[in-house]
């Protein structure tokens, strides 16, 4: 099978043709190529996202590995990195196989399980990190994502452990202390509101111990999710000094701040909360200049009784994949090499997918994205993904080229933010 | 009007209008038929997810006197233990036609989101630690009623403003109608960020208020160290006689019930003439009946 892209202009570079051929770009003869036109758009290394909530097994009323998968190709993902807050929790290699084959069989991007790092997700002992890592799922991130490790000799001993096989501990920052019953960002939003508040010190403080573990054992470290001002300038320290951190940044903490809670619609509760507009404009010079690593989605979707409700009832999560890359323009601008970048290569190569990540040019593997430059995807309540079921397509083994959007919605500045509520 | 959910979305003029409609509806209180034929043919649902007598009682009352008809909705006992959501609750209070609904739910914000689900007025009657609007209209009344004016009164709300809705709708409609508010407690139990004046020295304060609003400090408070003790709580924050005594002469003492006395206030201080306590709940079926004409269409 053979795709001829006509006339698309790579990483915004004159115009140029790409052959598709065996799942990879390439030279050469393109006669009896399928060909579609590429003018007018951008070709991108495939995105790539390190967050994203799947809940296949256990919650398929919310979301499958299949419709999830549908969802990422629709954003112009060729791979996500599926979290491990599954049921049963994805700690042990049984349970990271099945959702690895799930993704094949979904074939429609690449889903790459993320592991526990304890058991259950319950904080006390090691998951079977080294069973994940040499199973044919070949995980190579761990993170018990919002149950947080919040046992500081247990985080140690993780980050040293994975070192055996370049594995990576991505952690959700948050004392679980100061935020007992906590519905929404402290400050005077949330005085007001009377919602129990979510302090930025509690996702700080464990920030800068975590930075200061991983400086002290020396492996690699991931924070998920940065939400505040002062995380930023932990992770600017650390970075100064050397250690080996990544960070990321998801397109709702880029975008929106606690105001948004005034409404009191469980649509914009999310965990780590929407914060105040100065930690907006704090994470996005980050992004742009680089303290922060990556755009990550959190993509957290959620069945609708669990968010057509009282506030404080609600769970927390927010959707991500079909709109990210639009809220990324809207805050890089058109700056190709940096949105690849930030969505791209660096996610690749802190969750170790060498078959992601790489320019679309001849001798790359052909994971890449279109993207129409003047196209915007907005989201909102009621407005996810078409429904399910929706056969799946017959399809040669790479992924093809996702085309994220050629639909024209309000851009993302204006829109209300993404959800399927 | 359409709902009364929060006192922060009252006006100056709306206020007022309510707190002049309620000096009219006290009026029928002395008579001896306690009742206008207003809301004859309505209904009003007093829908309750938390135990409460006295705003439950009041709220009854007040519809009654207006000819409404009353339902009495408790969590306990209802669907809801077995699990209904509050959507579904809703929509089977519109089926009933409901014209109103009073709510009163633990959750902040509940109130909000019924009245995206139905189509009569709803009325906030607590939610969580956000706000109970006609309590503040009534304390409102009460300080009008006794002193004469809201612009300019000094009010001294002491206690644990962090988890009061009582002291939010105040500390709104109070800035709204002109009054300065001084919020008084140990840092612990002030919320961040409210604008308000906030004070930790209670005696300081005292000498030059007009009123002092005591809230109800609950005992389970100190076991998550908002504060080491009751004793310390009471010596430091309660309003006992001699503190009561550094009050200026006409300053009235006001408490929303229920007290804990002796530890936020004393009995000498509860049982005294500054005391608006008893007034505070016969206050609360006007500023309720008021209320109920204006949402359900009356006009005076």
Known sequence: ?421 | MKHLLSAADLDAATATLVLDTAAEMAGIAGREVKKLPTLRGRTVVNLFYEDSTRTRISFEAAAKRLSADVINFSAKGSSVSKGESLKDTALTLQAMGADAVVIRHPASGAPHRLATWVEGSVLNAGDGTHEHPTQALLDAYTMRSRLGRLAGLKVAVVGDVLHSRVARSNVALLATLGAKVTLVGPPTLIPVDLQTQVSYDLDAVLPDADVVMMLRVQRERMNDSYFPSEREYARRYGLDGPRMRKLPEHAIVMHPGPMNRGMEIAPEVADSARSTIVEQVANGVSVRMAVLYLLLGGKP
């Not at chain 1, 790539?48 to 398929?60: Q, S």
């Not at chain 1, 761990?142 to 370049?166: Q, T």
């Not at chain 1, 993904?385 to 399809?395: I, N, S, V």
């Open chain 1, 1 to 421: 099978m053979k795709y001829l892209i006509k006339g698309v202009s790579v990483l915004g570079r004159p115009k140029t043709d790409l052959l598709i051929r065996d799942g990879v770009i390439q030279q050469g003869d393109a006669k009896g190529a399928e060909v579609l036109d590429g003018d007018g758009l951008v070709a991108l290394p495939g995105l790539v996202d390190l967050h994203t909530h799947l809940r296949e097994p256990g919650r398929e009323d919310a979301e499958t590995v299949e419709s999830g998968s549908r969802a990422a190709a629709l954003g112009g993902y060729t791979a996500v990195c599926a979290m491990a807050n599954t049921s049963p929790v994805a700690d042990t290699a049984g349970v990271v196989e099945q959702v690895y084959r799930l993704g094949r069989e979904a074939g429609l991007v690449d889903v790459q399980p993320i592991g526990a790092v304890t058991v259950g997700l319950a904080g006390e002992r090691l998951a079977e990190l080294g069973a994940m890592a040499t199973s044919a799922a070949a995980v190579r991130v761990f993170s018990d994502d919002g149950h947080c490790v919040s046992d500081p000799k247990l985080m140690r001993r993780a980050l040293e452990y994975v070192k055996a096989f370049d594995g990576v501990i991505a952690q959700h920052a948050e004392e679980p202390r100061l935020t007992e019953g906590a519905q929404m960002h402290e400050g005077e939003v949330a005085t007001r509101l009377g919602l129990t508040g979510w302090p930025a010190v509690a996702e700080e403080a464990t920030r800068a111990r975590a930075v200061r573990l991983a400086e002290h054992v020396g492996p690699r470290l991931h924070v998920c999710h940065v939400s505040t001002a002062g995380s930023v300038e932990v992770l600017r320290h650390a970075k100064a000094r050397g250690v080996r951190v990544t960070a990321e940044v998801t397109p709702h903490h880029l975008l929106l701040t606690d105001e948004r809670a005034t409404s009191y619609d469980p649509v914009f509760k999310v965990n780590p909360p929407l914060r105040t507009a100065a930690d907006v404009s704090a994470l996005r010079a980050a992004l742009k200049e680089g303290v922060i690593d990556i755009v990550a989605t959190d993509h957290a979707p959620h069945a609708v009784e669990d968010k057509e409700c009282e506030w404080a009832y609600a769970r927390p999560g927010m959707l991500g994949l079909e709109t990210a890359l639009s809220i990324a323009l809207s805050v890089l601008g058109e700056d190709w090499d940096l949105i690849a970048e930030r969505m791209s290569r660096a996610p690749a190569r802190i969750a170790g997918l060498s078959g992601h990540g790489h320019d679309p040019v001849p001798g790359a593997p052909a994971n890449l994205t279109l993207v129409d430059p003047a196209a915007r995807r907005g989201g909102g309540p009621g407005r996810g993904a078409p429904p399910r079921p929706h056969p799946r397509p017959p399809r040669p083994a790479p992924p093809p080229p996702a085309v994220p959007s050629t639909r024209r919605s309000r851009p993302p500045a204006a829109a209300t933010p993404p959800t399927r509520a």
